[in-house]
């Protein structure tokens, strides 16, 4: 039972330093680790003074470390939600019809580039965004090339925003997105790519990113933005991102309706 203790806790440690590696959490805790350091030291040496300041430090800390790391909270909240134990399925969409939504979505954002017209799409998964649905239009309808393109022509009503597309239909469009905070973004990129990276630090969605300027097509997920794409690099991501998952979690639903 002791190694299976140790075995456990190991993984938990592994699985959250893999998940904070590559955000801000990491500064965080190296500042924490020198706070603890520097606490064990004033003890050690019986700094008064110091360890007395510490001391309040530390409870101010308690109170400030759950709003300082409010977003990765939230994120592992939600991964904890989307895990095996609660999973449900990612979508009631026929193969046929997830093959024809990525081809639209393909089609779309090939036209979007050529004549550089700046689009932020945003394909909902399990985490529902029905906060991000609701700052938009509602519009529930099917999706198309032809639809999506419209709705990012320049000077249009819907253009400015991104759109959501949830199953085969387009839920909302000129929604706006949380922004990601991450530091280490490549100057040139701008709200656009923040909104479409930051979307996906908050859920398991997935964003498509047409630069305005360059042209340039990006897909945002799980908080990394992959840029410089083209049509055929697209279509192999969304497929991997889309079908893959929903084949293992629908072989898991018809497993278990067979067993029952």
């Given at each position: 039972?002791?190694?299976?203790?140790?075995?456990?806790?190991?993984?938990?440690?592994?699985?959250?330093?893999?998940?904070?590696?590559?955000?801000?959490?990491?500064?965080?805790?190296?500042?924490?680790?020198?706070?603890?350091?520097?606490?064990?030291?004033?003890?050690?040496?019986?700094?008064?003074?110091?360890?007395?300041?510490?001391?309040?430090?530390?409870?101010?800390?308690?109170?400030?470390l759950p709003v300082?790391?409010?977003?990765?909270?939230?994120?592992?909240?939600?991964?904890?939600?989307?895990?095996?134990?609660?999973?449900?399925?990612?979508?009631?969409?026929?193969?046929?019809?997830?093959?024809?939504?990525?081809?639209?979505?393909?089609?779309?954002?090939?036209?979007?580039?050529?004549?550089?017209?700046?689009?932020?799409?945003?394909?909902?998964?399990?985490?529902?965004?029905?906060?991000?649905?609701?700052?938009?239009?509602?519009?529930?309808?099917?999706?198309?090339?032809?639809?999506l393109i419209n709705?990012?022509?320049p000077n249009t009503?819907?253009?400015?925003?991104?759109?959501?597309?949830?199953?085969?239909?387009?839920?909302?469009?000129?929604?706006?997105?949380?922004?990601?905070?991450?530091?280490?973004?490549?100057?040139?990129?701008?709200?656009?790519?923040?909104?479409?990276?930051?979307?996906?630090?908050?859920?398991?969605?997935?964003?498509?990113?047409?630069?305005?300027?360059?042209?340039?097509?990006?897909?945002?997920?799980?908080?990394?933005?992959?840029?410089?794409?083209?049509?055929?690099?697209?279509?192999?991501?969304?497929?991997?991102?889309?079908?893959?998952?929903?084949?293992?979690?629908?072989?898991?639903?018809?497993?278990?309706?067979?067993?029952?």
């Amino acid at each position: 039972m002791a190694v299976i203790d140790i075995v456990a806790v190991a993984y938990i440690i592994y699985r959250f330093t893999m998940f904070i590696k590559g955000t801000r959490a990491v500064q965080l805790l190296k500042g924490l680790t020198l706070l603890i350091i520097t606490s064990y030291l004033g003890e050690a040496l019986n700094l008064t003074t110091l360890s007395w300041l510490l001391k309040q430090a530390w409870t101010a800390l308690f109170v400030a470390l759950p709003v300082v790391f409010q977003p990765e909270l939230r994120r592992t909240l939600e991964q904890l939600g989307r895990g095996k134990l609660f999973q449900a399925p990612l979508s009631t969409l026929a193969e046929e019809d997830l093959d024809q939504l990525i081809n639209e979505i393909v089609r779309a954002s090939g036209v979007l580039v050529k004549n550089k017209i700046g689009a932020l799409m945003v394909l909902e998964r399990q985490t529902g965004v029905n906060d991000v649905i609701e700052t938009g239009t509602p519009i529930d309808g099917k999706v198309s090339a032809e639809f999506l393109i419209n709705i990012f022509i320049p000077n249009t009503p819907l253009h400015d925003g991104a759109c959501v597309i949830r199953g085969d239909r387009v839920a909302a469009a000129g929604c706006y997105l949380p922004l990601t905070e991450e530091p280490g973004l490549a100057k040139e990129l701008g709200t656009r790519h923040r909104a479409g990276i930051g979307i996906t630090e908050q859920s398991d969605a997935i964003s498509i990113i047409v630069s305005e300027e360059t042209g340039t097509l990006s897909i945002a997920t799980d908080g990394k933005l992959t840029r410089f794409l083209d049509e055929k690099s697209l279509r192999l991501r969304l497929e991997e991102l889309l079908q893959a998952k929903t084949s293992v979690t629908r072989s898991f639903w018809q497993w278990r309706g067979n067993g029952s």
